[in-house]
């Protein structure tokens, strides 16, 4: 069973830095474009960053761009979210997920994914 495990959230200060980190396990991880979506309490599940299975292309979302900078080593089969200058509006709950293949714009859409992990909280205080 394909296994998407979320780590790094937390509570910190507007402006500070944290790093997610998703390891995945049963999976062909270097074939698959893996992505962070976040939702918050009372709205919908909204995209933050992509990247494709090569690592090659990445996408983001207009709130996080230069910001949040998405990677991932194969070799560990683990993806990152650099994220900085954090503000309160990131407040949220991050989801990790996994599509195989894929290297278009289509992976800012959730229902592309079809594995996603339970997800990790993260809280910025003003």
């Known amino acids: 069973q394909v296994q998407l495990v979320e780590s790094g959230g937390g509570l910190v200060q507007a402006g500070a830095t944290l790093r997610l980190s998703c390891a995945a396990s049963r999976l062909a991880f270097s074939t698959y474009a893996m992505a962070w979506f976040r939702q918050a309490p009372g709205k919908d599940r909204a995209f933050v960053a992509a990247i494709s299975f090569s690592g090659q292309t990445t996408y983001y979302g207009d709130s996080v761009k230069g910001r949040f900078t998405i990677s991932r080593d194969n070799a560990k089969n683990t993806a990152y979210l650099q994220m900085n200058s954090l503000k309160p509006e990131d407040t949220a709950v991050y989801y990790c997920?996994?599509?195989?293949?894929?290297?278009?714009?289509?992976?800012?859409?959730?229902?592309?994914?079809?594995?996603w992990g339970q997800g990790t909280q993260v809280t910025v205080s003003s």
């Open positions: 997920a996994a599509a195989f293949g894929g290297a278009t714009e289509a992976l800012i859409k959730p229902n592309v994914y079809g594995y």
